[in-house]
């Protein structure tokens, strides 16, 4: 899905980023990682199946330019072979961002989704008061 996953401080340089993307072109930008979320499918791990896996995988980085880039990874393993899906787009603001990382879920926030926002938000300051939605 990227060239890195590791987190950096956004005081770092930013760095060359490649999302992939499957049935479009990958987007490539210079920038940060935000944000990652993993989850694995439970019951797989209830079953204790060990030849056997899948998850989820959502990374939120920050381009050079301000822009959030979000990228979902899904695989799915049985024995030797393994089955992955590649989805990303870049948004303009954070409104954006959510509206489509709940579309990609189904409607909702996903587990994966919430977890890498949530340290998105934690990361860069310009997103704090996007960690929950107020109400008055």
């Known amino acids: 899905m990227t060239t890195r996953t590791d987190r950096r401080s956004l005081?770092?340089?930013?760095e060359e980023i490649r999302v992939k993307r499957d049935g479009d072109r990958d987007l490539a930008f210079s920038g940060w990682i935000l944000g990652i979320?993993?989850?694995?499918?439970?019951?797989?791990?209830?079953?204790?199946?060990?030849s056997s896996s899948r998850g989820?995988?959502?990374?939120?980085?920050?381009?050079?330019?301000?822009?959030?880039?979000t990228s979902v990874k899904q695989?799915?393993?049985?024995?030797?072979?393994?089955?992955d899906t590649h989805r990303g787009a870049a948004h303009?603001?954070?409104?954006?961002a959510l509206e489509w990382l709940r579309k990609d879920a189904g409607g909702e926030l996903g587990r994966a989704s919430k977890s890498a926002w949530e340290e998105a938000c934690a990361t860069w300051p310009e997103l704090?008061?996007?960690?929950?939605?107020?109400?008055?």
Not at 11 to 14: G, L, N, V
Not at 39 to 44: D, F, G, K, R
Not at 128 to 136: G, M
């Open 92 to 96: 303009k603001t954070p409104k954006a």
């Open 37 to 50: 979320g993993t989850q694995l499918a439970s019951e797989y791990q209830r079953q204790g199946n060990l």
């Open 11 to 14: 005081e770092d340089p930013p």
């Open 128 to 136: 704090e008061a996007e960690d929950v939605e107020r109400i008055d």
């Open 75 to 83: 695989w799915e393993k049985q024995s030797e072979r393994t089955r």
């Open 56 to 69: 989820t995988q959502v990374v939120i980085y920050l381009t050079r330019g301000r822009q959030i880039v």
